[in-house]
């Protein structure tokens, strides 16, 4: 039987291709739970396209709740159909609101929804003996890092109220993994991915980043500057960072790179507790809890990516210096040693193969999700 996952947010950019990830292994089964904020509900029935093109008619196929995460019912009627199934094996938790800039101005949605929703998520993880989790984390957990490449021993001291929420559920997710239960029961395995910079999309174009509105974060910004659908100037958000071009620097690595770390997170959760595995040498004063990057330990600034881009679309982007943007920090370069080691993790795919995956999503896809005739199929 396939291993029940639950997949909060895998609807998203990130948690859609896990989602494609975790479908393609034959041994897990997505159950998606998501409330479309920032996403569109054809990403699965894109999800289950591709792993019907892949595996066949047999492929599973991912299953979907439309619950907000604040709404701690709903999660927990979610987690009830389930028991008398065989039950949850394991959460990744990935819903959250993620605009470093935005979350300086709402910081109450955010401590609300990244904060208060993870803890609805725990407590009902907790009722139903749901023991095993893989949280997705990030690289802006390290603040302005004093080591790059950054280490998972560097400490975390967030420059961005986004970046403090995330660090905060690490902290909630550490206690709970230290946890002396009295009634016997096991305490829950985590796994903290700290994220660097994902970009690109499936090859097959069917599924990539289709944020509502307009793109904040590079990579999709420049796609759609090419496609035409974005017609502002591009802004470079300062160039007197102290990096080799004056621009920011960050480590970007491709989405199914980044999908597949969490598949390696999940199977190294699965080793059983009596052979050896990532917690082995964990204490009773940290429990078993541990923290990777997923970074692919190369960075590139801002003028590299705009250059690879013009590359991959043969666009000629223009664009105009401005400040700095609050929050940024000058280099997010991952070390990513530690999760090769431990969970085999490498991110294999290079620069022009995310950015022609990316345009290769865009030009397929020109006006993203929302377009009726390019809906495809029904779940
Ligand atoms: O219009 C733009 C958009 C971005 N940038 C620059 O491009 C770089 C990358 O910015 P992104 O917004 O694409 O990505 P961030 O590194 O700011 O943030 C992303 O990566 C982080 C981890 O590194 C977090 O996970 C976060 O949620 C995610 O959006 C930054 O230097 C930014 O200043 C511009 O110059 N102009």
């Not at 479309?36 to 029935?45: D, F, G």
């Amino acid at each position: 039987m396939l291993q029940k996952v639950v997949v909060t947010g895998g609807l998203g950019y990130i948690g859609s291709h896990v989602v494609v990830s975790l479908l393609l292994t034959g041994q897990y089964q997505p159950i998606v739970i998501d409330n479309c904020l920032n996403s569109y509900p054809e990403a699965l029935n894109r999800c289950a396209e591709i792993a019907r093109d892949e595996m066949g008619s047999d492929a599973p196929q991912p299953i979907y709740h439309n619950v907000d995460l604040r709404n701690a019912e709903a999660v927990e009627d979610a987690f009830a159909q389930y028991d008398n199934k065989g039950g949850i094996w394991a959460v990744i938790h990935l819903a959250a609101l993620k605009a470093v800039g935005e979350s300086g101005e709402i910081p109450l949605s955010y401590y609300k929804t990244n904060v208060a929703g993870s803890i609805s998520l725990f407590e009902s993880m907790e009722r139903h003996g749901v023991n095993n989790l893989v949280f997705s984390s990030s690289a802006t957990v390290y603040g302005t890092p004093e080591i790059v490449p950054i280490p998972e021993t560097s400490p975390l001291l967030s420059a961005s109220c986004y970046g403090r929420t995330k660090a905060m559920v690490e902290e909630i997710i550490q206690d709970l993994c230290r946890a002396q239960k009295k009634d016997g029961q096991s305490s829950l395995r985590a796994v903290s991915v700290r994220y660097f910079n994902p970009a690109g999309a499936h090859p097959s174009g069917k599924l990539g980043e289709e944020p509502r509105g307009k793109p904040g974060n590079l990579l999709p910004l420049l796609a759609q500057m090419a496609i035409g659908r974005e017609k502002s100037q591009l802004k470079i958000f300062g160039t007197d960072f102290p990096t080799p071009d004056g621009t920011c620097v960050r480590d970007y690595l491709h989405i199914m790179d980044l999908a597949h770390g969490h598949v390696l997170a999940l199977d190294a959760l699965a080793v059983p507790t009596n052979q050896k595995n990532i917690f082995s040498n964990c204490d009773a004063e940290n429990g078993p809890f541990r923290a990777f990057n997923l970074g692919k330990g190369k960075g590139m600034s801002v003028l590299n990516m705009i250059e690879a881009m013009r590359k991959a679309t043969g666009y000629d982007y223009q664009y105009e210096i401005v400040d700095r943007r609050r929050g940024d920090v000058p280099d997010l370069t991952a070390d990513p040693t530690l999760a090769e080691k431990e969970l085999g993790f490498v991110a294999k795919k290079d620069l022009e193969e995310m950015c022609r995956d990316l345009w290769n999503f865009q030009t397929k896809n020109p006006h993203g999700f929302e377009t009726p005739q390019k809906q495809t199929g029904t779940i």
